[in-house]
């Protein structure tokens, strides 16, 4: 089973093909399939996937769909075909990759412009007016989305995917398998400004931005190039959607930033570290292995390995929860004040 995004592919038309596809058994007769749908839009020739929830099993049954994908614990009394897979939720990521819509194949675009010098390995694909500077170098089976521009000496490894509109400025280096979606921007300057009597300076940054492999990166989100050092996202890291990565930033491995998740300079984030939507951090922080940012929390200083984390500013989620309840007493306690007010004697002074 693929693990990571495999951007072209063939749809199973059989039963048994998709079984072997999936590394699952097949139980019943092979036949062809349809589309991969919900139990209550289903057809006859489509399928349907079973997925862990006990109540998933009986719309299974219920639906037209003469084959259903399952899991190895799951009871099944029933005349239609299934296919009985080891994990259903890698089996379901997979499914979705199979039926998916194909990608048209690019080919070279004669309105693209090229620069001579670049290097592009086999089966590369690039869009209409999409653009590759000097001196850059584009892996082989990766595929350039339309008006995208690839920078100066900027390098993609095997088997990426730059959807339409993507700007990768200069001095880039994206590892294996990379997936940037539409309107990202990597290499952008850092926010950085001296200010004089006369008005603001600005700062050059000079670095770089380096991603590692299998690395995943979210609609219109922004990664700024280091000062002098790269800015760095490691190994598996998935970025969501409208993110900033400040200069110097330096992500671990598969880290997660769910979307809208704003980093200051010079963070560091540990392995397996996950950033909940709209949280946002100062600069100069830490944030541990495995750490957990929830939703809408603003991080004033370094987060610790393995704690969960909530607020503004952010603080263990069991303290920002009690603080919470208290909050919501409020309320309460100022009726139970004015009642007290009532029936106490008035002191006089």
């Not at 063939?10 to 399939?33: F, S, W, Y």
């Amino acid at each position: 089973m693929h693990l990571q995004p495999i951007h072209i592919s063939q749809k199973p038309q059989t039963r048994l093909e998709l079984a072997r596809v999936l590394g699952g058994a097949l139980h019943g007769a092979d036949g062809q399939i349809g589309r991969l749908a919900d139990p209550e839009a289903a057809l006859a020739d489509d399928v349907v996937c079973v997925l862990r929830e006990k109540k998933a099993l009986q719309p299974a049954l219920d639906s037209l769909a003469q084959t259903l994908i399952v899991g190895q614990s799951t009871a099944l009394e029933t005349t239609k075909t299934f296919i009985r897979v080891a994990d259903v939720d890698l089996a379901w990521l997979e499914l979705l990759r199979l039926f998916r819509l194909p990608l048209e194949a690019l080919d070279i675009d004669s309105s693209a412009k090229i620069h001579p010098s670049v290097v592009l390995g086999a089966g590369v694909q690039v869009g209409a007016f999409a653009v590759i500077a000097q001196g850059a170098n584009i892996g082989a089976g990766s595929i350039i989305g339309a008006h995208s521009l690839i920078g100066e000496r900027s390098v993609l490894g095997q088997g990426c995917l730059i959807h339409e509109r993507v700007t990768i400025r200069h001095d880039c280096f994206l590892g294996n398998g990379v997936l940037v979606q539409s309107g990202a921007v990597i290499g952008a300057d850092g926010f950085g400004f001296h200010r004089t009597e006369a008005g603001y300076v600005r700062q050059e940054q000079i670095g770089a931005v380096e991603i590692a492999n299998h690395v995943e990166i979210g609609a219109n989100t922004v990664i700024d190039r280091g000062t002098l050092e790269p800015t760095r996202i490691g190994r598996g890291t998935k970025i969501g959607p409208n993110c900033v990565v400040a200069h110097n930033d330096q992500l671990g491995n598969n880290v997660i930033l769910i979307g809208a998740v704003g980093l200051t300079g010079s963070v560091i984030i540990e392995d397996d570290a996950v950033l909940w939507g709209q949280t946002g951090t100062t600069g100069h922080l830490r944030i541990g292995r495995g750490a957990v940012l929830t939703a809408q929390s603003g991080l004033s200083k370094d987060l610790p390995a393995g704690e969960v984390w909530r607020g503004s500013p952010a603080q263990p989620i069991k303290e920002q929860l009690r603080m919470e309840a208290q909050l919501r007493r409020l309320e309460d306690y100022e009726k139970r004040l004015k009642q007290l007010e009532q029936v106490s004697p008035k002191v006089v002074p």
